[in-house]
């Protein structure tokens, strides 16, 4: 899946006693779809972790919340990490999750900022140069 990757990034700064991690984790189902949910769980009690979840399927009047929209709530958050130089990772399915995510991200940026969009733009670049955001995803 899509999480096992950061599954092994979160596990191996749990065995330095790194925390610090924050996970944004979608899916289609919470009841089906929620991949290690005792893991996050156990590393949440312990403060390695910080866990945002949305599940596209769950809602039953047919509204989708996916992980774009928990990042735009939890946009000032998401801004102090990257001013004080956290990097953004995504993986999954390559179809319309990334660019959702990264216009998402963009327009966290220009709102928690004093960035206008092209300097928020200018910013992303920066960071896909140094590596400091990266994305996995195939379809």
Known sequence: TGV?????????????????????????????????NEEWRKYISEHYLV????????DESGDRYY???EMKKHGA????LLSSGA??????????????????????????SPMS????DT???EMDRTKCYQAETWS
């Open 67 to 69: 992980v774009q929209h």
């Open 77 to 80: 958050e998401i801004w102090n």
């Open 123 to 125: 910013y992303l670049t």
């Open 4 to 36: 096992a990757p950061f599954r092994s990034f979160i596990e191996d700064r749990v065995t330095r006693t790194i925390g610090g991690c924050h996970l944004y984790f979608g899916n289609r189902y919470q009841s089906k779809d929620f991949y290690f």
């Open 51 to 58: 866990l945002r979840t949305a599940f596209s399927r769950d």
């Open 87 to 112: 990097c953004f990772f995504i993986a999954g399915n390559s179809k319309n999750m990334p660019q959702a995510v990264r216009e998402s991200l963009k327009s966290i940026i220009v709102e928690h």
């Open 117 to 120: 969009e092209s300097m928020a």
